[in-house]
């Protein structure tokens, strides 16, 4: 059973435009979630995290919004950038517990940013 | 500064032929894993280490094999190749464990014919 679910395989937006990519979990005990960022023929890329004690989290032009009673979390690309078309991964993991668990990710949603 | 390295890049096996996929870190991190990623499943957990000579399964470890001898190494072995196996493959490492924020290398693409 997924634990991760990112359940729009593609998101289509005008450059310019706000970008918003949704990251939906099962596993009530995940404190951490993160997205990475995958570009053809390259390995995926730390994009921003956010904690379980926070709500927001934000870097220049990416935030992440944590809502933890509905167990979504979503990832706010203002204003989307052509190079920002990319496959988003989010990810989630027990790490502020006793003990670590490994990083559970989801399918991937595939961003495309039009000129 | 080359961060997490895999070789080979591309690789072509037959089926039942065995190969060897290498990593190298030099961020000195301690944690070390490996990833497949096929069309429409994401980023799957194959085998991980948190530190040299301590190595242990992920979500789909069958048929394949690790081993960590040193900190900076965790190559990955295909033992008997299957057209299952055909994938795209990730190393990573982290500084903070298996939780926290990976590194990957570049990926390696494997076909198994």
């Known amino acids: 059973d997924q634990q991760v679910k990112q359940n729009s395989p593609s998101l289509s937006v005008q450059e310019g435009r706000i970008s918003i990519l949704n990251c939906d979990y099962t596993?009530?005990?995940?404190?951490?979630f993160l997205w990475y960022k995958k570009y053809p023929a390259e390995g995926p890329t730390f994009l921003i995290s956010?904690?379980?004690?926070?709500d927001k989290n934000e870097d220049g032009r990416f935030t992440v919004f944590l809502n933890k009673s509905a167990k979504h979390l979503s990832l706010h690309i203002v204003p989307s950038q052509p190079g920002d078309s990319a496959v988003y991964f989010c990810a989630a993991s027990t790490y502020y517990g006793g003990s670590q668990g490994n990083l559970i990710f989801g399918k991937g949603t595939k961003l495309s940013v039009k000129p | 500064n080359a961060g997490v390295t895999q070789t080979p890049k591309f690789q072509v096996l037959k089926t039942g032929q065995s190969m060897t996929l290498q990593c190298a870190q030099d961020?000195?991190?301690?944690?070390m894993s490996w990833y497949r990623q096929d069309p429409g499943m994401g980023l799957r957990l194959i085998h991980y280490?948190?530190?040299?000579?301590?190595?242990d399964q992920g979500e789909v470890p069958n048929g394949y094999n690790v081993s960590r001898s040193t900190t900076e190494d965790f190559p990955l072995r295909l033992l008997s190749a299957a057209p299952s196996q055909t994938s795209v493959y990730f190393c990573?490492?982290?500084?903070?464990?298996?939780?926290?924020?990976?590194?990957f290398g570049e990926g390696s693409r494997l076909t198994v014919l």
């Open positions: 280490s948190v530190g040299a000579g301590i190595t």
């Open positions: 596993n009530s005990m995940f404190d951490y």
């Open positions: 956010i904690s379980s004690i926070k």
């Open positions: 990573a490492s982290s500084r903070t464990g298996p939780s926290g924020e990976l590194f």
């Open positions: 961020m000195n991190h301690e944690y």
